[in-house]
C-alpha cells in the first residue's frame, strides 16, 4: 500500500493534486525493479501507476519487452521547441526508436523526462539517417502539407515504420523530403497552411496505432 500525497494549498482554500506518492511504508518490497530512494523518499514522476517506485532501468528494461515497430525522426537544425512534444507522444504509443536527425542538443524540456523512456540515436545528416534506416529495412514516411503529398486518410501505413517530421514553420528539408518513400498530409480545414509539429506528430502516430493496433480493425 502507498502513501498518496496530500493536495498542496496554493491559496487560501485553493488546492492542486500532487503528482505521484508519498514514502512506501514498510516493510519495503524486495524485488529487484524497486529504487531504495523512491521507496525512501516517494515517487513524484508522471509514470503509470504499475511503475511507482521502478528505477527507470527496469522501467526501460519492461518497454522493452512491449516496444511497437513504428519508429519516430524529426529533423534538428534550429532548435525546435516542438521536438520535445513529439519525443513525449512517441513515449505514449511506445515506440522502438525516436531518431534525432541535425544537431546532437534537442531542446528536452517539452519532453517531460520521457525521453529517458526511449531509445533516442543521433544521425549527423539525412543522409546517415537513410542509410541507417536502409540497413534496417525501415521504409522513411514523411509527414508534411507539400504539393507531392498523399492524403495520410486514405494511405495504407507500414507497420514498421519511421514517421519523419520536420522544422516547424520550415517544414522537411529538401534532402529530407529526397529520402522519404513516401510524404503524407493531413487534412485541414481552416485557414492555416500547416499546423505545428507536436500536432501533426501525435495524429500521425495515432493514424498507425488506428491501422496496426486497434482489435477491432485487425478483426
Not at 21 to 28: D, N
Not at 60 to 79: F, P, S
Not at 126 to 141: G, K, L, S
Request: proline fraction near 7%; glycine fraction near 6%; charge should be negative.
Amino acid at each position: 500500500m502507498t502513501t498518496q500525497l496530500p493536495p498542496a494549498e496554493i491559496g487560501p482554500g485553493e488546492f492542486f493534486p500532487v503528482v505521484g506518492v508519498g514514502p512506501h511504508p514498510l516493510p519495503w518490497p524486495t524485488d529487484p525493479w524497486f529504487d531504495p530512494e523512491l521507496l525512501e523518499k516517494g515517487d513524484r514522476r508522471n509514470v503509470l501507476d504499475h511503475y511507482r517506485y521502478w528505477s527507470v532501468a527496469a522501467i526501460v528494461a519492461d518497454l522493452d519487452t512491449k516496444r511497437h515497430v513504428l519508429q519516430i525522426a524529426i529533423e534538428n537544425w534550429q532548435h525546435d521547441l516542438n521536438i520535445g512534444s513529439v519525443v513525449r507522444t512517441a513515449n505514449a504509443f511506445n515506440v522502438s526508436f525516436v531518431h534525432i536527425v541535425g544537431k546532437r542538443d534537442w531542446n528536452k524540456r517539452g519532453a517531460m523526462v520521457t525521453d529517458k523512456y526511449l531509445h533516442v540515436l543521433h544521425h549527423p545528416t539525412v543522409a546517415d539517417f537513410a542509410e541507417w534506416c536502409a540497413q534496417n529495412n525501415t521504409p522513411i514516411i514523411g509527414i508534411d502539407n507539400l504539393p507531392i503529398s498523399q492524403a495520410m486518410e486514405n494511405y495504407p501505413l507500414p507497420e514498421k515504420c519511421v514517421l519523419f517530421f520536420g522544422q516547424e514553420g520550415a517544414g522537411m528539408s529538401d534532402e529530407g523530403v529526397a529520402a522519404c518513400e513516401v510524404v503524407l498530409a493531413i487534412a485541414q480545414y481552416g485557414s492555416t497552411r500547416s499546423m505545428n509539429a507536436s500536432a501533426a506528430g501525435a495524429i500521425a502516430m495515432y493514424a498507425w496505432a488506428m491501422q496496426h493496433l486497434n482489435p477491432r480493425l485487425l478483426q
